[in-house]
């Protein structure tokens, strides 16, 4: 029986590592951008940070990138999903554009405003192409040939691109949540924070090393990440096969005293 006891034990443990992570055991994968200076509410770090010349405050701010294994999910104190009203105008979530040769220029090179479409893929290979309404998205591959929008304003050079704009190829598809989290929940401060989870990155092979980008149309605040997708994992035996195992390694010690 203590046999038995053991495998029964093991069998526990093996379901309660596969219980869904959190923002909070997930690993945050964000890379302050650099660009957090000058008065106002301009951070050092992506909590609380928006660039500078923008307007700030709780609702233009992009706070984190998480990866738990292939998953992906973004934190933001910005309304992901509607956007975020001034004045007359709302602008609206952008596209998450994702790099794997690091050769990114972010805009660097080309500084455009206006929400305008140009051939300029700023060195990203692939874009999640986000349909924020239905929480669905497109996974297309890209190249220096394809379309992508640049951000509104000027402010915030680097925000480029915006949104992905057409010529790539689609290459799969997906869907994610959202939902909202407490300043415990996300280890963010503000009280107020959206949460987008569930975003597919097995595309991109075992172990590959990726970048990622992110913006809102107006380009108030860039987010940034750095990652590496996992190797395929070990099996973890299931419940069940744990519990047959038990059992017959029962029966076995049984016989052998018979």
């Known amino acids: 029986m203590n046999k038995l006891a ?9 379901l309660s590592s596969q219980v869904m992570a959190s923002p909070l055991d997930a690993t945050n994968i964000t890379v302050f ?8 509410w301009y951070g050092t770090q992506e909590d609380n940070e928006i660039e500078p010349h923008n307007g700030y405050g709780q609702k233009w701010d992009l706070e984190g990138f998480f990866q738990k294994g292939n998953d992906l999910s973004i934190v933001s104190g ?10 007359s105008h709302r602008w609206t979530s952008g596209d998450i554009f994702i790099d794997i040769n690091n050769d990114v220029t972010r805009g660097s090179n080309t500084w455009r405003n206006d929400n305008k479409k140009v051939k300029n893929t700023y060195g990203f290979d692939y874009v999640l192409d986000v349909n924020w309404s239905n929480l669905t998205y497109d ?29 790539g190829d689609v290459i799969g598809n997906g869907s994610f949540s959202l939902s909202s989290l407490t300043d415990a929940e996300s280890g963010f401060s503000g009280g107020n924070h959206y949460y987008a989870n569930g975003f597919d990155l097995s ?8 970048n990622l980008h992110f913006t809102m ?8 990440g750095k990652g590496k997708t996992p190797s395929t994992p070990v099996p ?23």
Not at 217 to 224: A, F, H, K, M, S
């Open 6 to 14: 053991a495998l029964f034990g093991t069998a526990v443990v093996a």
């Open 33 to 40: 951008d650099g660009q957090g200076s000058g008065s106002g």
């Open 78 to 87: 910005y309304n992901l999903k509607n956007g975020e009203k001034q004045g």
């Open 139 to 167: 996974v297309v591959k890209i190249d220096a040939n394809d379309y992508t929008l640049t951000s509104y304003f000027r402010n915030n050079q680097a925000a480029n691109p915006w949104k992905y704009a057409g010529g």
């Open 203 to 210: 595309f991109l092979g075992e172990n590959a090393d990726f």
């Open 217 to 224: 149309q107006c380009g108030n605040d860039d987010l940034r």
């Open 236 to 258: 973890v035996p299931s419940v069940a096969a744990l519990m047959g195992i038990g059992l017959l390694a029962l029966g076995r010690a049984r016989r052998r005293k018979k």
